[in-house]
């Protein structure tokens, strides 16, 4: 098979090529996401879409990625190297979710899948049958084991309490299904079924990669893709640098607090220094409290793809996402401490709560350095429901959207995601067909955003009646300390919970009869700048 593109290096590829690689390699990790979603089973990932997708090089460098979960994207590098280390060979197909091994949080299943495109064809091109890159997808499973239906337990203390833990496994050998593998982790989750045919999506997601890959060997020639990987990190790189480089040089520090960890209602400290030298960022989190005993504890990596959407918030969007913008980032943390715990700490709330406050601390040591670039407080938190049937037979699972902080141009947004996480809503009408759940409310919180010259964003009010004895489960923050104004502006609403109409904990597991309510208001956004001059270019309320 003959090139129909000529062979290069990073250098020699001509503007115009790589524009069209870059888009074209976007457009593989956008396809991956998109045969994920429409193969999925799970509501979570095929309404939701709680998942992502992405397109690594051989080096396990990212090299594009779909717009979906910051949190989720940031932290993939981790699972490649994980992957890495088990001498992963073409036709391969790797399964993990261990947080001390690549992972996130245990609901959130990676598969990577080695790419050697025209592998063992007649026609193949010299070098044919080595790996050039690894496709990847990341899925939140709406139950994967542990102590209570969803895997998301408020009073977890322990990673084991927390559902099936898995370092890189194949589960895909040479092209060989491994069913004894496949077997193991269905015999320990909940909606088997389920979980099956969401793990297949991921697989057909990660298959098409390798598909689209070899289309554009076929269409540019193996040498010019493989420097065309080089190319985009490079760009990005340089583009990422010369922002980073219209900062002014200092060291910018912030503090916040997590309202406790689901154990105690004790406020858990973060502490940042953020040192800007140049083209570089230096992100140190020493002096933020020690690894706590409930689950907000955070992998070092769900801390770094924190810090990572944070610069990328305060740079030009425009700017490909690819390795070339985490290059000049350093992130550290103490060992031992709450964003680098060590095993066996328990840690699904650290993935979805803390990263939350993880952005919102660093936004606010940035907004030293680029006031004009950082919003006032958003919701801060991720709002975690979880509904599960006592037999296993249902998981919902739900992250609920709230204000957007206000920003020194515009109001903030209502009712949205926020921060580290992309998804959508669970449709009412799609809720109520998969799940004996009734939407009784669902609503803006009238009056919840900062008041300022531009206004935060409104909160959200979702109430839900469990039609069937179930176990809920609720991971929220920003009950207690409210989403900060800036320049003047006011702060935000703070969120509530309620169980029949009773305040329930901010973090909690309780089992309840069917007839209950669960309410759900979330927090609005803080305000920007002075209230008194709203009417002097401000937006309308």
């Known amino acids: 098979m003959t090139p129909t593109g000529t062979a290069g290096t990073a250098d020699s590829i001509d503007s115009v090529t790589l524009e069209v690689l870059r888009n074209q390699l976007e457009s593989v990790a956008e396809e991956m996401g998109q045969t994920l979603i429409r193969g999925a089973y799970s509501p979570n990932i095929k309404e939701r879409r709680d998942c992502s997708t992405a397109l690594f090089d051989a080096a396990g460098r990212m090299i594009a990625q779909a717009e979906h979960i910051p949190v989720h994207l940031g932290a993939m590098p981790a699972a490649v190297d994980a992957v890495r ?43 044919d049958g080595e790996i050039v890159g690894y496709a990847v997808s990341r899925a939140h499973h709406a139950d994967v084991g542990g102590m209570t239906p969803g895997s998301m337990p408020a009073g977890a203390q322990e990673i084991y309490q927390e559902g099936l833990r898995l370092p890189p496994t194949r589960i895909v050998d040479g092209g060989d299904l491994r069913e004894d593998v496949r077997s193991l982790v269905l015999a320990n989750v909940r909606n088997p079924d389920e979980r099956r045919a969401d793990l297949r999506a991921q697989q057909a997601a990660n298959e098409r990669a390798e598909e689209r890959l070899a289309d554009l060997f076929d269409e540019h020639g193996r040498e010019t893709v493989l420097s ?18 219209t ?42 409290a020690a690894q706590v005993a409930g689950n907000l504890n955070a992998p070092l990596a769900v801390a770094t793809s924190a810090v990572y ?49 993880v952005t919102d601390v660093v936004f606010t040591a940035l907004a030293g350095a680029a006031p004009d670039r950082v919003p006032a407080q958003g919701q801060g938190t991720m709002n975690n429901l979880t509904i599960g049937a006592r ?15 206000a920003r020194a141009d515009r109001d903030g947004m209502d009712g949205v995601q926020v921060g580290m996480t992309n998804t959508l809503n669970t449709p009412v009408e799609s809720l109520e067909t998969e799940y004996p759940l009734r939407v009784d ?56 919970n309620l169980l029949d109409g009773e305040p329930a904990p901010a973090k909690t597991t309780v089992d309840v009869d069917a007839g209950t309510t669960v309410t759900v208001r979330t927090p609005g956004g803080g305000g920007h700048g002075d209230p008194d001059d709203r009417g002097n270019g401000g937006a309308d309320d």
């Open 441 to 496: 409310r669902y609503a803006l919180r009238d009056g919840s955003g900062g008041r300022g010259r531009h206004r935060g964003g409104l909160g959200l009010e979702r109430t839900v009646t469990v039609e069937e004895p179930a176990t809920v489960s609720l991971l929220t923050e920003r009950r207690r300390h409210a989403p900060k104004g800036v320049a003047g502006g006011e702060n935000g609403a703070t969120g509530e």
């Open 309 to 357: 959407f944070v610069v990328r918030c305060i740079t030009d969007p425009e700017i490909p996402p690819n390795h070339g913008c985490y290059e000049p980032v350093r992130v550290r943390a103490p060992e031992g401490t709450l964003l680098n715990p060590n095993p066996p700490a328990a840690v699904v709330g650290g993935n979805v709560e803390t990263s939350q406050r």
């Open 85 to 127: 280390e088990h001498d992963p060979k073409p036709g391969d197909v790797f399964l993990l979710n261990d947080p001390f091994t690549g992972g996130t949080h245990l609901p959130d299943v990676t598969m990577v899948s080695p790419i050697a495109p025209g592998r063992g064809g007649p026609e193949d091109e010299p070098g």
């Open 228 to 245: 065309g990987f080089d190319a985009v990190i490079d760009y990005s790189r340089e583009r990422i640098a010369e922002e980073i480089a």
């Open 391 to 405: 037999d296993g037979s249902f998981t919902y699972y739900e992250t609920i959207g709230g204000g957007f902080g």
């Open 247 to 288: 900062l002014p040089d200092g060291v910018y520090e912030a503090t916040d607090v997590l309202e406790g960890d689901g154990v105690t209602d004790a406020d858990i400290e973060i502490a940042v220094r953020v040192t800007v030298d140049g083209e570089t960022i230096d992100v140190d989190f020493a002096g933020t």
